[in-house]
């Protein structure tokens, strides 16, 4: 008998399958300036309306989340937290999404799981206002087990020049908010499973996995609401590093994010995953995002309007002179 590439474990029909399931609800992020009629290597994608524009670009994966979510058998979540870490990074730089390309690498291909897993990328295009326009999907037995899958995205914004967010105007006297997360968003969850082996046990109420796959908060809306109403100094995406890495990212020189924790709203699960495992406070804070998904640094004479504009944002700190960057306090 010949050989073949299914023979060899790679399922093209597999793809094929997935990439019918997908099709007509990835069309529907589309819009005016998805020129799919000019090629089928690449996406084409026109930009109108912006004087000077600048495309700010950036990329991220789930982490170790996934196995969360495999173990669980529960997909539909992945897909928003692999856009949403991305678009929520060129969003610190006042940047609008404009596209989402997405990589997915398996062991062996299962078309329901595939497409569940972009189908949550869809959605959260949909909400960003923000086009699907292209991706890979590899089946690479060998290099990954049956089961396994690895998920990555990439997204494209736009901004115009003179609106770029860099941190760069920031000054003593800013008032220092903290944005709510929705959970642990994707950071940490090497440390998350060590402690939480069993994503099945019942945590307030509910099996555990459904507490750890709330997926990372898309912050397009609020962001951008804001944006329309006040100037801006700083945007920092809590992210891998959590509050201790992330907000020194966007602190110029001698200038110092001075930050009371005893505001900081942590959620119960962070509480109790730092009680179980016996964590010491400030490796918390510098794993995860602590119940901060997104910190904006403001003028103080615009504080309470944010506030206002924004219900859920809450003060956590403030800017001062000092060489450290940030001070926890």
């Known amino acids: 008998?010949?050989?073949?590439?299914?023979?060899?474990?790679?399922?093209?029909?597999?793809?094929?399958?997935?990439?019918?399931?997908?099709?007509?609800?990835?069309?529907?992020?589309?819009?005016?300036?998805?020129?799919?009629n000019l090629g089928s290597f690449g996406a084409f994608y026109q930009i109108a309306g912006y004087k000077n524009p600048v495309l700010v670009?950036?990329?991220?994966g789930v982490g170790t989340k996934l196995k969360v979510a495999l173990d669980s058998k529960k997909y539909d979540s992945i897909g928003v937290d692999c856009f949403a870490m991305c678009a929520n990074d060129?969003?610190?730089?006042?940047?609008?999404?404009?596209?989402?390309?997405?990589?997915?690498?398996?062991?062996?291909l299962d078309s329901e799981i595939a497409a569940e897993i972009v189908m949550g990328m869809v959605k959260a295009c949909k909400d960003n206002?923000?086009?699907?326009?292209?991706?890979?999907t590899a089946e690479m037995p060998g290099m990954y087990k049956p089961g396994d899958y690895d998920v990555a995205g990439f997204c494209v914004g736009i901004v115009e020049k003179d609106q770029i967010i860099d941190g760069s105007k920031i000054k003593v006297g800013d008032k220092v908010l903290a944005l709510p997360s929705s959970g642990?968003?994707?950071?940490?969850?090497?440390?998350?499973?060590?402690?939480?082996?069993?994503?099945?046990?019942?945590?307030?109420?509910?099996?555990?996995?459904?507490?750890?796959?709330?997926?990372?908060r898309l912050y397009y809306q609020p962001i951008h609401k804001l944006l329309e109403e006040v100037k801006v100094a700083g945007i920092a995406h809590i992210t891998g590093g959590g509050i201790i890495e992330n907000i020194p990212r966007i602190i110029p020189?001698?200038?110092?994010a001075k930050i009371d924790a005893s505001k900081i709203k942590i959620p119960s699960?962070?509480?109790?995953?730092?009680?179980?495992g016996n964590i010491d406070r400030m490796e918390m804070y510098g794993t995860f995002n602590m119940g901060v998904g997104m910190v904006v640094v403001i003028d103080e004479k615009h504080a309470e309007k944010v506030m206002d504009l924004l219900d859920d944002a809450y003060e956590i700190g403030e800017i001062v002179e000092n060489s450290e960057k940030i001070i926890l306090m």
């Open 129 to 136: 206002n923000c086009a699907l326009i292209g991706g890979e």
């Open 90 to 108: 060129i969003l610190c730089h006042g940047a609008k999404p404009l596209f989402f390309l997405d990589y997915l690498a398996c062991g062996k």
């Open 1 to 36: 008998m010949s050989n073949t590439y299914k023979s060899a474990g790679v399922d093209k029909e597999e793809g094929y399958k997935t990439v019918d399931k997908i099709k007509s609800a990835v069309a529907e992020t589309h819009n005016e300036n998805v020129l799919n």
């Open 269 to 276: 699960v962070m509480l109790e995953l730092e009680k179980r």
């Open 253 to 256: 020189e001698n200038l110092c």
């Open 57 to 60: 670009s950036g990329t991220d």
């Open 184 to 216: 642990f968003h994707s950071n940490g969850f090497s440390l998350v499973r060590k402690i939480f082996p069993d994503f099945n046990e019942e945590f307030e109420g509910k099996p555990l996995y459904e507490t750890l796959l709330v997926p990372t």
